[in-house]
């Protein structure tokens, strides 16, 4: 039985936060609480999806405060739908801040395992996964677009845990936060196509429903994918505990009022900002 997440739905604030990971803040930023205009109203602190710059600095010392961290210590990556983890250590925590923004172009997952530092992932229809290692005090944030699912991010970066700290999945925890659902997330066929010769359980995760957009060339069905159990999928094979993960169960699409959705909103529109902090 799949578990979804029930705290804090009362989205008026700006933080969603996953009481389910204890001994760290795990969190989803919603729409609500920043200064932010237009399809970034109003809390967008992601500074790379054309948002005014003033607003998101404006919106992470906002949130900053509310996570009672230094803004030096929120590490928020340039993704690229790859499957790269950064590490974050003492040494990168004390180079300028040109070259930390350098190093984090590319860079699709962000681990540590230092308190106080905050590793983030943007999102808006992807899936954010927030992992914790207890035993050995870490903490992960992976960006898993579908091209990142189909490479199996998380896999990868279960792997880098597991090299650098001596991670062992089956202690981990992890949460799956806000990202597009099943019914929502329309493919084609070559999409599937990917995700079959990848060797993924289609009959678990693909299902064909009515066209949004049908033609008279076609059968008005198409495929959609369930990123959420794909990734739920992965940690599971990775070794994670079934009652070790936690769904948020939030659909990003038809809750956009609530969270950014690029789909809905369009490309030039907010992010959410996924992270998680000791």
């Given amino acids: 039985m799949q578990k979804t997440d029930k705290a804090d739905t009362n989205l008026s604030f700006m933080l969603h936060i996953y009481k389910q990971l204890t001994g760290v803040t795990a969190f989803s930023t919603t729409r609500h609480g920043g200064v932010s205009q237009g399809a970034y109203a109003t809390f967008n602190a992601n500074h790379y999806c054309g948002d005014r710059p003033e607003d998101v600095a404006q919106n992470r010392t906002l949130l900053c405060e509310r996570l009672a961290v230094e803004q030096s210590s929120l590490i928020v990556p340039h993704q690229t739908h790859d499957t790269r983890t950064m590490v974050i250590n003492r040494n990168f925590l004390l180079l300028p801040h ?41 903490v992960s944030a992976v960006h898993a677009g579908w091209r990142g699912t189909v490479k199996r991010i998380v896999e990868k970066n279960i792997e880098v845990l597991a090299d650098t700290y001596g991670t062992v999945p089956s202690d981990c925890r992890a949460v799956i936060g806000p990202g597009i659902s099943l019914t929502a997330f329309e493919v084609g066929d070559e999409v599937y196509e990917t995700f079959r010769k990848e060797g993924f359980d ?32 992965q940690l599971m094979e990775c070794g994670l505990s079934e009652a070790n993960i936690h769904l948020s169960g939030i659909c990003t699409y038809s809750q956009s009022d609530d969270f950014f959705s690029a789909r809905r909103l369009g490309i030039k529109s907010g992010r959410i900002l996924n992270g998680i902090v000791m």
């Fill in 98 to 138: 040109d070259v930390q923004t350098a190093m984090l172009e590319g860079i699709d997952a962000v681990c540590t395992d230092l308190k106080g530092v905050c590793v983030c992932v943007s999102t808006a229809d992807c899936i954010p996964v927030l992992i914790h290692d207890p035993k050995h005090n870490v």
């Fill in 202 to 233: 289609m009959t678990t995760i693909a299902k064909r429903f009515p066209a949004l957009h049908a033609t008279s060339s076609d059968d008005g069905q198409r495929w959609h994918i369930d990123l959420p159990l794909c990734n739920k999928q």
